[in-house]
C-alpha cells in the first residue's frame, strides 16, 4: 500500500510506503508488589506500561531500556519478549507495532517518575488502574504467562495477599 509520487531528485515515479511506527513497552515486575505503571503526562491520558517510539538506527531493546530509564528512572535487565501488538487501532494516535518486553528492575528504590509520566507507582496484577492504549491486553497476556511459568497460587509471588496471579 504506497502512493507513487515523483523523486524530486531525479524526476523517476518512487513508491512512498506509509508504515506503521515502531514502538516498545516494558512490563516491569517487582517481586511481591506487582508491575510499574506510568501515569502519562500527555494525550492518552491514563496509566501504561513504560515504553515509547523507538528511534532510527535504535535496536528495539535499546529502545525499551532506554524508555524504561527516561520514564521510571529504573535501569532494567530485559528477561525476555512478551509479545508484538500489532493492532492498527492499539494507539488512537496512529497504526503503531509494539514489541514487549519483561524486565526486572536492577535497583527498584530508584523508581520516580520522569521524562512525560506525570507519575509512577506499583501496581499488583490483580488491581490495576484503567490502562491506556492496549495495556490491559498486554498484562492479561503476562499474566496468563505468569501462571503457566509458576502455576501455583501467587502465580511466583509468593502467595501473598493482593498479589494472586492464577
Same mark, same amino acid.
Not at 527498584?108 to 488491581?127: I, K, T
Given at each position: ?53 523507538? *528511534? &532510527? ?17 529504573? *535501569?532494567?535487565?530485559? @528477561? ?21 518486553? @519483561? ?26 488502574? *484503567? ?9 492479561? *497476556? ?14 511466583? &509471588? ?9
Amino acid at each position: 500500500m504506497g502512493a507513487v509520487k515523483t523523486c524530486p531528485s531525479c524526476g523517476q515515479p518512487v513508491t512512498v510506503h506509509v508504515n506503521p511506527v515502531p514502538t516498545v513497552d516494558v512490563v516491569i515486575s517487582l517481586p511481591g508488589q506487582g508491575v510499574v505503571l506510568v501515569a502519562r503526562r500527555n494525550p492518552p491520558l491514563g496509566f501504561a506500561l513504560p515504553g515509547g517510539f523507538v *528511534d &532510527y538506527g535504535e535496536t528495539v531493546e535499546h529502545a525499551a531500556v532506554r524508555e524504561a530509564r527516561e520514564e521510571t528512572g529504573l *535501569d532494567v535487565e530485559l @528477561t525476555g519478549l512478551l509479545g508484538v501488538y500489532s493492532h492498527p487501532s492499539r494507539d488512537e494516535r496512529l497504526h503503531t507495532i509494539s514489541v514487549v518486553f @519483561t524486565a526486572q528492575a536492577r535497583d527498584p528504590s530508584a523508581l520516580r517518575a520522569g521524562d512525560d509520566a506525570a507519575g509512577v507507582g506499583v501496581y499488583p496484577l490483580d488491581r490495576l488502574p *484503567d490502562l491506556a492504549f492496549d495495556h490491559a491486553r498486554i498484562l492479561a *497476556d503476562y499474566r496468563r504467562l505468569r501462571c503457566r511459568l509458576s502455576p501455583e497460587p501467587g502465580g511466583g &509471588y509468593g502467595g501473598l495477599p493482593g498479589q494472586g496471579l492464577c
